[in-house]
T-cell receptor, first 113, second 112 residues
Framework: NAGVTQTPKFRVLKTGQSMTLLCAQD?????MYWYRQDPGMGLRLIHY???????AKGEVPDGYNVSRLKKQNFLLGLESAAPSQTSVYFC????????????FGSGTQLSVL | GENVEQHPSTLSVQEGDSAVIKCTYS??????FPWYKQELGKGPQLIID?????GEKKDQRIAVTLNKTAKHFSLHITETQPEDSAVYFC???????????FGDGTTLTVKP
C-alpha cells in the first residue's frame, strides 16, 4: 500500500521556468490538498480539491494552478517560477470532510534560483 | 480566518522526562484538533486527534487535552524516548472541506 506518492522529490528551477508536481493516492480518498512548508511557518494550504474535477483556492494560491482530472491524482503547476516559491511542497489526502486525518506524501523540495 | 499559535517553538528534554506542547486557536467554530509528527525528510504523520465534544484523549505515552472555553489544546508525551525527537504540529479544523490551519511547529529533542 503506497499511500500518497509525490514526484519528483527534488527539483531546481530557474526564475521564469515552469513545472508540474504530481501527487497520486491509492486510498480512494475524495479530498486532496497541496501545502507548502517554509521554515518557522508551519504548513500553509495552497489549493485543495473535494472531488474529481473540482478545485478550490487555499490560503496562498497566487502563482499556482491545480488540476484533478482523475480521483487519484492531484497536480500542482507553477507557470512562471519565482524565488519566493522555493519551499517544500506536501500533498495530502483525506477520506472525509473536515480535513480529518490527513495522509501526507514525503514532500518535494523545490529551489528556484 | 482561523489562527493557530503553537508554543514553544523548540523544546529539549532528557530521556524519560515529560514534554508538553501547547496550542491556541481563534475560531470557536473549530471542532477537530489533530497533532502531527514530522520526522526528518518525511511528511507529517497523524499521531493523535481530539474532537470538541471530548476533553481528553490518551494513547499509550501520548495524550491530548482540550479546553474549549479557553480555546486551547495541548499535547503531552510521557516517558520520552530519543525516537520521539521530531517536529510536532497542531492543527484546527471547522469541518468545511478539510481546510486545516496548522501551528508553526515545535522541534522536540530528547537527549539520551
Amino acid at each position: 500500500n503506497a499511500g500518497v506518492t509525490q514526484t519528483p522529490k527534488f527539483r531546481v528551477l530557474k526564475t521564469g521556468q515552469s513545472m508540474t508536481l504530481l501527487c497520486a493516492q491509492d486510498m480512494n480518498h475524495e479530498y486532496m490538498y497541496w501545502y507548502r512548508q517554509d521554515p518557522g511557518m508551519g504548513l500553509r494550504l495552497i489549493h485543495y480539491s473535494v472531488g474529481e474535477g473540482t478545485t478550490a483556492k487555499g490560503e496562498v494560491p497566487d502563482g499556482y494552478n491545480v488540476s484533478r482530472l482523475k480521483k487519484q491524482n492531484f497536480l500542482l503547476g507553477l507557470e512562471s517560477a519565482a524565488p519566493s516559491q522555493t519551499s517544500v511542497y506536501f500533498c495530502a489526502s483525506s477520506y472525509s470532510q473536515g480535513g480529518e486525518k490527513l495522509f501526507f506524501g514525503s514532500g518535494t523540495q523545490l529551489s528556484v534560483l | 480566518g482561523e489562527n493557530v499559535e503553537q508554543h514553544p517553538s523548540t523544546l529539549s528534554v532528557q530521556e524519560g522526562d515529560s514534554a508538553v506542547i501547547k496550542c491556541t486557536y481563534s475560531d470557536s467554530a473549530s471542532n477537530y484538533f489533530p497533532w502531527y509528527k514530522q520526522e526528518l525528510g518525511k511528511g507529517p504523520q497523524l499521531i493523535i486527534d481530539i474532537r470538541s465534544n471530548v476533553g481528553e484523549k490518551k494513547d499509550q505515552r501520548i495524550a491530548v487535552t482540550l479546553n474549549k472555553t479557553a480555546k486551547h489544546f495541548s499535547l503531552h508525551i510521557t516517558e520520552t524516548q530519543p525516537e520521539d525527537s521530531a517536529v510536532y504540529f497542531c492543527a484546527a479544523s471547522k469541518g468545511n472541506a478539510g481546510k486545516s490551519t496548522f501551528g508553526d511547529g515545535t522541534t522536540l529533542t530528547v537527549k539520551p
